[in-house]
């Protein structure tokens, strides 16, 4: 069965570090894979998303991941946080059946530090 | 362009008692998606429809919920009775029919049952 993980249901880090959120996805088809973000009290926002083209994929607010088959990954990086980044993040993968659903991931809370 | 639109963004109700939700999508968009997110978890799709018909509600626990989609464009959702267990964010979301085609959410329903 489709699933994905995301590694830290909780990551910290300081005000203009490197982010980095961890996805690994199981799937038997090419993936396509999402980022989304959600902001207190309020729904889903796309950051990103891979549908096979190129392997680096880049998304609003200065985010990007990396697509690799070899490792079954889906990592969302970006090289400085700001405070307002602060968030919760999904990370999800398009259902092998026919209806176009997501699989989701259960999410990490990026806390930043000032 | 306007954004899938939810109401009420809160509701208090005690156990025994209904409840609805409702849901306009983006305009042209023919697919939508009743979620539940329980605190600290990933979005679980209740009912996908496509047009007016249920493309999948193998996860709507029928003998409480109910949705329904008439004329392909808004949307409601009902318990009735809820339980404590129902407590959670209710998330309307609608896409273009299609493997590329992201999901937009609308902002949620934050219901709490006492």
């Known amino acids: 069965a489709q699933s994905v993980t995301q590694l830290g249901s909780h990551v910290s880090v300081s005000e203009g570090a490197l982010v980095l959120l961890r996805c690994n996805y199981s799937s038997s088809v090419p993936p396509y894979l999402f980022w989304y973000v959600q902001y207190p009290n309020q729904g889903l926002q796309l950051l990103l998303k891979?549908?096979?083209?190129a392997t680096l994929v880049k998304g609003i607010n200065g985010f990007e991941a990396e697509f690799k088959k070899s490792e079954t990954s889906f990592h969302l990086t970006k090289p400085s946080a700001h405070m307002r980044d602060a968030a919760e993040y999904f990370c999800a993968v398009i259902s092998e059946n026919s209806n176009y659903q997501l699989i989701w991931g259960a999410g990490t809370k990026l806390i930043i530090k000032p | 362009e306007a954004g899938v639109a939810q109401s009420p963004r809160y509701k208090i109700i005690e156990k025994r008692q209904s409840v609805a939700f409702w849901c306009n999508p983006i305009s042209g968009h023919a697919t939508l998606y009743w979620y539940q997110q329980i605190l600290g978890q990933g979005p679980k799709l209740l009912i996908q429809f496509q047009n007016n018909g249920v493309v999948d509600d193998s996860q709507l626990p029928k003998d409480r919920f109910s949705a329904e989609r008439l004329k392909g464009v808004d949307s409601t959702l009902k318990i009735q009775p809820a339980k404590l267990e129902d407590s959670a964010v209710y998330l309307c979301?609608?896409?273009?029919?299609?493997?590329?085609?992201?999901?937009?959410f609308g902002p949620g329903t934050r219901l709490t049952v006492t």
């Open positions: 979301a609608s896409s273009l029919l299609g493997l590329y085609y992201e999901q937009y």
């Open positions: 891979y549908t096979s083209a």
